[in-house]
């Protein structure tokens, strides 16, 4: 089925809040996403986590604050969907493993993305959190690794912008890669803020 017009987003985001593939998940099923048929950006993260599957607000959590910090963004713009919607890619809390969060639920991807892409073809900028996304979007164009591949993220700019997650589990990985905070940074804002604010 094609999701290509504006039309069929309200019912897509409609059917997959109800979705309950997923019946096992150790808080049960409550999809979060944020879409519209006008943002020009996209950010593309992992899970949520517990303090989101509880919210209900994308990005309600100590990662949230540094994501935007990163972007220069306070919270009321950040949360106008009609200018930056939020695509995980696990729209459910996964459950808590040894060493953190499990990984998304392959059954999201695989249910939804593509029709919800689709179904917003003005998207401009996707902003990629965390090796999860990273995998899906880039595909084979990957580097070896997270820290290779945001290095190399010229090669993706203008569309994609490969970031690590931006947890505070990264601190260590922050302080060794200084060129992330000093050159990716500044040229994600240059990307994103005429598309929010323009």
Same mark, same amino acid.
């Given at each position: 089925?094609?999701?290509?017009?504006?039309?069929?987003?309200?019912?897509?985001?409609?059917?997959?809040? #109800?979705?309950?593939?997923?019946?096992?998940?150790?808080?049960?099923?409550?999809?979060?996403?944020?879409?519209?048929?006008?943002?020009?950006?996209?950010?593309?993260?992992?899970?949520?986590? =517990?303090?989101? @599957?509880?919210?209900?607000?994308?990005?309600?959590?100590?990662?949230?604050?540094?994501?935007?910090?990163?972007?220069?963004?306070? !919270?009321?713009?950040?949360?106008?969907?009609?200018?930056?919607?939020?695509?995980?890619?696990?729209?459910?809390?996964?459950?808590?493993?040894?060493?953190?969060?499990?990984?998304?639920?392959? *059954?999201?991807?695989? =249910?939804? @993305?593509?029709?919800?892409?689709?179904?917003?073809?003005?998207?401009?900028? +996707?902003?990629?959190?965390?090796?999860?996304? $990273?995998?899906? @979007?880039?595909?084979?164009?990957?580097?070896?690794?997270? =820290?290779?591949?945001?290095? #190399?993220? !010229?090669?993706?700019?203008?569309?994609?912008?490969?970031?690590? @997650?931006?947890?505070?589990?990264?601190?260590?990985?922050?302080? *060794?890669?200084?060129?992330?905070?000093?050159?990716?940074?500044?040229? $994600?804002? *240059?990307?994103?803020?005429?598309?929010? +604010?323009?």
């Amino acid at each position: 089925m094609a999701w290509a017009s504006d039309q069929a987003l309200p019912a897509l985001l409609e059917r997959l809040r #109800a979705c309950r593939l997923c019946t096992d998940l150790p808080l049960g099923p409550r999809p979060v996403i944020r879409a519209s048929s006008t943002a020009r950006v996209v950010i593309c993260g992992q899970a949520p986590g =517990t303090k989101v @599957h509880h919210s209900g607000l994308s990005w309600n959590d100590p990662s949230g604050d540094r994501l935007r910090q990163w972007l220069a963004i306070d !919270r009321p713009d950040f949360y106008d969907e009609t200018r930056i919607a939020v695509v995980p890619q696990g729209f459910c809390y996964p459950g808590k493993g040894a060493h953190g969060d499990l990984p998304p639920r392959k *059954e999201c991807a695989d =249910t939804w @993305h593509d029709r919800i892409f689709a179904a917003m073809p003005q998207i401009e900028v +996707f902003i990629l959190a965390g090796q999860y996304a $990273l995998a899906w @979007h880039l595909g084979t164009r990957r580097k070896q690794n997270l =820290t290779e591949t945001v290095r #190399a993220w !010229r090669e993706y700019a203008p569309r994609y912008y490969p970031l690590p @997650h931006p947890s505070w589990h990264n601190n260590r990985w922050l302080k *060794e890669n200084p060129w992330f905070e000093a050159e990716l940074v500044p040229a $994600l804002r *240059e990307a994103v803020h005429p598309r929010v +604010f323009g």
